[in-house]
C-alpha cells in the first residue's frame, strides 16, 4: 500500500437513518420522544416531532470535510496548504461526528430490539465493506492475494467497528459518576501503551472514546448553547487562530498523531511526551469541534436530507478515492496544480454530496443496509403486537364488535 494511503482513510461518518425507516442504533423514532430529544419549531412556533435539521446538516457538512480531506492527501508531500488545511481539518471532524453519534445513543441498552438494531445497522454492513474493499483491492490494485480479514478493519472500516463497540458499553458510561474523566483516562493509558495492538484497530476506538462519552452526557441545551451568536462570533478568530498554528506545524509535526492509531512510543516519543499530546488534542479537538457545531444551520435546508445518508457517501466515496489513487489520476499533471486542487476539491464535495441522494441510496440498499432479518429469532413482544393491532383492525368503525365475539367474552 503507497505511504499516503494509511493515515486518512481512518475515518467515518456517523451511520445515518436507513431507507426502509429504521432509525440509527438509539436514535428516536419520529413521533415517539424519548427524554432530552430535540425538536423542530413549526411554522407556527410549536414544536413538532421529527429530526432536528441541525444534526443532519451537521453530518453531511462534516462527510464533505471527510470527502476533501481525502482528496488533499496526494498534495501533502507538495504543498504547505494543502497540508495545513489537512491538519486542521482532521483535528475536528471526526471528533464531532463522534460526538453527535454519541448523543444520539444515548438511549442504547442492551434490549432485543436494540440489540437487533445495531447489529443489523453496524455489524452488518462492516462485514459486507470489509469483503467489498479486500475484492476491490484485487481487482483495481492488482493485488490478487490480498486477504479478507474481519479483525483488522480496512480503511474506513473502523469507524463501524468503534461504534459497534462504543454503543454495547453505553450502558457502563451511563452508570457512572464520572464518565468523562474515565474514559480520558483510558484514552491516556491507551496512548503510551504500545500492546494495544491493531486487532480492531483498538487504538482508535479507545483514543476517540472520550468523544463518544462526551456526546452522551451533553444534552439538548448544551448543543443550544454552542449555537449562540456570542459563540458563532467567538468561533471566526479561534478557527483562523488554529489554522494558522496548522500552517505553523505543518511542516513540523507528525500529522499520524491526528490518526489516534498509534501509541507515543510508536510515534517516537516518551511516554510521557504521548499522555501530553493526548490531552492537548482532546482539548484542541474539542475547540474546533464547537466551532464547527457553532456555524452549522439550524434550520432546514437544501441538504439537510442528505444527512439521512451520510453513511453511503462515507463508504462508497472510498472506493472512488482508494482507485483514484491506485489507476494514477494525480499524476495527469494539471491535478498537482493549485487550480487542479480546487478543482479536485470541488469534484470530491460533489461526488459525495451525490452519493447521499436518494437514488443512490435506493440503488446501494442491499449493501449498505443488508437485510439480517433471518439471523434473528422472532421477537414474541413484537408478534404480540402485531396480533393485537389485526384485532383492533377486524372491529368495525363504530366502536361495536361482532356479535359472536362480543357475545362469546360474556358467557
Known sequence: ?????????????????????????????????????????????????GRDPFFDNAKYLAVVLVACAHSWEPYLSDSRVATALYLF???????????????????????????????????????????AYA???????????????????????????????????????????????????LAVLAEVTPDVGP??????????????????????????????PVVRRAAVPVAAAALACAYWAAPRMNH?????????????????YGAAMALGLFCCSLVLTVCFL???????????????GTLYGFLLHGFLVKGSLWWGW?????????????VVTLVAGAVVTALCTAPVRRAFRCVVEPRVDWLFRPDPVAQARRRVRADDA??????????????????
Open 1 to 49: 500500500m503507497p505511504p499516503t494511503m494509511q493515515g486518512p482513510h481512518a475515518y467515518g461518518p456517523l451511520p445515518p437513518e436507513n431507507g426502509r425507516g429504521q432509525q440509527e442504533p438509539g436514535e428516536r423514532r419520529p413521533g415517539r420522544p424519548e427524554p432530552g430529544d430535540v425538536r423542530e419549531r413549526g411554522p407556527g412556533g410549536a414544536r413538532e416531532p
Open 89 to 131: 481539518v482532521y483535528a475536528f471532524h471526526m471528533p464531532a461526528f463522534i460526538v453527535v453519534s454519541g448523543h444520539f445513543s444515548r438511549g442504547f441498552d442492551l434490549g432485543p430490539r436494540r440489540a437487533r438494531r445495531l447489529l443489523a445497522g453496524v455489524l452488518a454492513p462492516y462485514v459486507v465493506f470489509e469483503c
Open 135 to 185: 475484492l476491490f483491492r484485487r481487482w483495481a490494485h492488482d493485488d490478487p492475494t490480498y486477504p479478507v480479514s474481519l479483525t483488522d478493519p480496512y480503511f474506513l472500516d473502523w469507524f463501524l467497528v468503534a461504534l459497534f463497540v462504543w454503543r454495547l458499553t453505553t450502558p457502563v458510561w451511563r452508570t457512572l459518576r464520572w464518565p468523562l474523566p474515565v474514559a480520558l483516562a
Open 199 to 228: 486487532d480492531l484497530d483498538l487504538q482508535r476506538v479507545l483514543q476517540f472514546l472520550p468523544f463518544f462519552v462526551l456526546g452522551l452526557v451533553l444534552e439538548p441545551r448544551h448543543f443550544a448553547r454552542v449555537r449562540r
Open 256 to 272: 499520524a498523531w491526528l490518526y489516534h492509531r498509534d501509541s507515543g512510543q510508536e510515534l517516537g516519543v516518551p511516554a510521557a
Open 294 to 308: 457553532a456555524w452549522v444551520p439550524g434550520r432546514r435546508t437544501w441538504f439537510t436530507v442528505l444527512g439521512g
Open 330 to 342: 494525480y499524476d495527469m499533471g494539471w491535478p498537482r496544480t493549485p487550480f487542479g486542487m480546487v
Open 394 to 411: 377486524e372491529v368495525p368503525t363504530g366502536g361495536r364488535e361482532p356479535a359472536g365475539r362480543g357475545a362469546g367474552r360474556a358467557g
